[in-house]
Nanobody, 123 residues
Framework: VQLQASGGGLVQAGGSLRLSCAAS????????MGWFRQAPGKEREFVAR????????SYLDSVKGRFRISRDNAKTTVYLQMNSLKPEDTAVYYC?????????????????WGQGTQVTVSS
C-alpha cells in the first residue's frame, strides 16, 4: 500500500481542518490506520488510530473531544477531523498503516507511512 496525506494548512486557533490520507491498492480494508505528528525539535507522537473496520478508535489524551478519526474503505481513505485547533497542534501530520489487529499508539507497529502534511495553527 502507498499513502498520500493532504489537507494541511494554516489556520487560526479555534479553527478546523480535515486531513485525508488516500491509500493505493485494493487491500486497504486489511489495515489498521494511524495518524502521528511531529513538531519541530520534538519526537513523532501518536495522535489517533482506527481499526481495519472502523470499530475501534483511540486518541492522544490532548486531542480527545477535538479530533475524530474515520475511514471510508470504499474510497480507501482515512480522515482526521481536527476541531478547536490550538497552537500546540502545529506539526507535520503523518498517516500510517499497520496490519489488521496490530495498530497501536506505538509507531513501530506501522510499516507504511505517508509523506506528511503541515498543519500550522496561529495564535
Amino acid at each position: 500500500v502507498q499513502l498520500q496525506a493532504s489537507g494541511g494548512g494554516l489556520v487560526q486557533a479555534g479553527g478546523s481542518l480535515r486531513l485525508s490520507c488516500a491509500a493505493s491498492g485494493r487491500t486497504f480494508s486489511s489495515y489498521d490506520m494511524g495518524w502521528f505528528r511531529q513538531a519541530p525539535g520534538k519526537e513523532r507522537e501518536f495522535v489517533a488510530r482506527i481499526s481495519w473496520n472502523g470499530g475501534i478508535t483511540s486518541y492522544l489524551d490532548s486531542v480527545k473531544g477535538r479530533f475524530r478519526i474515520s475511514r471510508d474503505n470504499a474510497k480507501t481513505t482515512v480522515y482526521l477531523q481536527m476541531n478547536s485547533l490550538k497552537p500546540e497542534d502545529t506539526a507535520v501530520y503523518y498517516c500510517a498503516a499497520a496490519p489488521a489487529y496490530s495498530g497501536s499508539s506505538n509507531s513501530r507497529t506501522y510499516h507504511t507511512w505517508g509523506q506528511g502534511t503541515q498543519v500550522t495553527v496561529s495564535s
